[in-house]
Nanobody, 123 residues
Framework: VQLQASGGGSVQPGGSLRLSCAAS????????VGWFRQAPEKEREAVVC????????YYADSVKGRFTVSRDNAKNTMYLQMNSLKPEDTAVYYC?????????????????WGQGTQVTVSS
């Protein structure tokens, strides 16, 4: 069981990227899922979580208004559209799922972490 993030790359400040999270061995439509990131020498932090139904979404304050999460349950995939990127968004981005249909308060409660995808924002 693994969630694999992809779509990272290098962009200039103000640019955009769209990340994808594909699941294998698990049906994402049964769970809340989230995006997370970890910058060098920093703790892993939650970026956004979307509930099973998609009706509840929690964004980190630092990305509100710039990032948009979506899920395509038919494709067992989740996406993160990142606009107006800033240098401080530079990090490895991961996706993972909640054990339940609702989002969890702690990053450590999420499971099925896969390899992340590097996002670098630099001029």
């Amino acid at each position: 069981v693994q969630l694999q993030a992809s779509g990272g790359g290098s962009v200039q400040p103000g640019g955009s990227l769209r990340l994808s999270c594909a699941a294998s061995g698990v049906t994402l439509r049964s769970y809340a899922v989230g995006w997370f990131r970890q910058a060098p020498e920093k703790e892993r932090e939650a970026v956004v979580c979307i509930s099973l139904t998609g009706t509840t979404i929690y964004y980190a304050d630092s990305v509100k208004g710039r990032f948009t999460v979506s899920r395509d349950n038919a494709k067992n995939t989740m996406y993160l559209q990142m606009n107006s990127l800033k240098p401080e968004d530079t990090a490895v981005y991961y996706c993972a799922r909640s054990p339940f249909h609702v989002c969890q308060a702690s990053t450590k409660s999420y499971i099925n972490w896969g390899q992340g995808t590097q996002v670098t924002v630099s001029s």
